[in-house]
C-alpha cells in the first residue's frame, strides 16, 4: 500500500490555466506537507497542516491555496499559472511522536510543466 | 547567506570508495539533523537523524555533527551502485516547529 500517493504524476498545462493537484495519506499522520523541488533539487517548504489547521505558510504567491478536507488529504490549487511554476511538487505526512524529531514520509512528487 | 548550504556536486567515485557528503548552517537554534537519500523521480526518504552534537552510525553509513562548527557530515563506506542517489541534509529545531530546511542535495554517482 502506498502511503503518501500524490495525483496527477504528471501535469502538463498551458499559462494562465489553474490546476489542482491531490495529496492523500493512509499512515494516520496529522501533519501534511507541500514542498516545490526546482530544477537544481532545490526541496523547499511551501505549506503545512496539522489537524487540517495551517501552521506553514511560507513566502508562496497567492495564487497557490492549499485545502485540507480532512487530516489524510491536503491538495494544492494553484490559479493563473506561470512558466516559473514549472517544478516537481512533493506531498509529504509526519506524526509527532514526542521525541522531538519529526519524520516525514514523502510522496512520489507531481511533475508540472507549464508551457 | 543561506540557512543550510550543501555542495551540489555532482560527486562521482568507483564502487568501494569512502564518500563524505558535508552541509554547513548558519541557525544555532537547528537541533535535529537529518540526511534524506532521494532516487532519481523518487521522493526524499529519510536515511539518518542525529540530535545534536555527536556521531551515529548505521551500518554502511556515519552521519556526524559538530553544533560548534555548525557543520555536519555524513560518510558512505564501501559505496556501493545503489547509493547513487541525491542525498539531502535538513534540520529542524525539533519539537512543536515542523518546518525542515533543507540543503540543496548533492547528486552521487558509484560507478561499478
Known amino acids: 500500500d502506498t502511503a503518501v500517493s500524490q495525483t496527477p504524476k504528471y501535469l502538463v498545462t498551458q499559462m494562465g490555466n489553474d490546476k489542482s493537484i491531490k495529496c492523500e495519506q493512509n499512515?494516520?499522520?496529522?501533519?501534511m506537507y507541500w514542498y516545490k523541488q526546482d530544477s537544481k533539487k532545490f526541496l523547499k517548504i511551501m505549506f503545512s497542516?496539522?489537524?487540517?489547521?495551517?501552521?506553514i505558510n511560507e513566502t508562496v504567491p497567492n495564487r497557490f491555496s492549499p485545502k485540507s478536507p480532512d487530516k489524510a488529504h491536503l491538495n494544492l490549487h494553484i490559479n493563473s499559472l506561470e512558466l516559473g511554476d514549472s517544478a516537481v511538487y512533493f506531498c509529504?505526512?509526519?506524526?509527532?511522536?514526542?521525541?522531538?524529531?519529526?519524520?516525514?514520509?514523502f510522496g512520489p512528487g507531481t511533475r508540472l510543466t507549464v508551457t | 547567506q543561506k540557512e543550510v548550504e550543501q555542495d551540489p556536486g555532482p560527486l562521482s567515485v568507483p564502487e568501494g570508495a569512502i564518500v563524505s557528503l558535508n552541509c554547513t548552517y548558519s541557525?544555532?537554534?537547528?537541533?535535529?539533523f537529518m540526511w534524506y537519500r532521494q532516487y532519481s523521480r523518487k521522493g526524499p526518504e529519510l536515511l539518518m537523524y542525529?540530535?545534536?552534537?555527536g556521531n551515529k552510525e548505521d551500518g554502511r553509513f556515519t552521519a556526524q555533527v559538530d553544533k560548534s562548527s555548525k557543520y555536519i557530515s555524513l560518510f558512505i563506506r564501501d559505496s556501493q551502485p545503489s547509493d547513487s542517489a541525491t542525498y539531502l541534509c535538513?534540520?529542524?529545531?525539533?519539537?512543536?516547529?515542523?518546518?525542515?530546511?533543507f540543503g540543496k542535495g548533492t547528486l552521487l554517482t558509484v560507478n561499478p
Open positions: 509529504a505526512s509526519s506524526q509527532d511522536q514526542g521525541t522531538g524529531l519529526i519524520e516525514q514520509y
Open positions: 499512515l494516520g499522520h496529522d501533519t
Open positions: 497542516y496539522n489537524n487540517k489547521e495551517l501552521i
Open positions: 541557525n544555532s537554534a537547528f537541533q535535529y
Open positions: 542525529t540530535y545534536s552534537s
Open positions: 535538513a534540520m529542524s529545531r525539533g519539537g512543536s516547529n515542523y518546518k525542515l530546511t
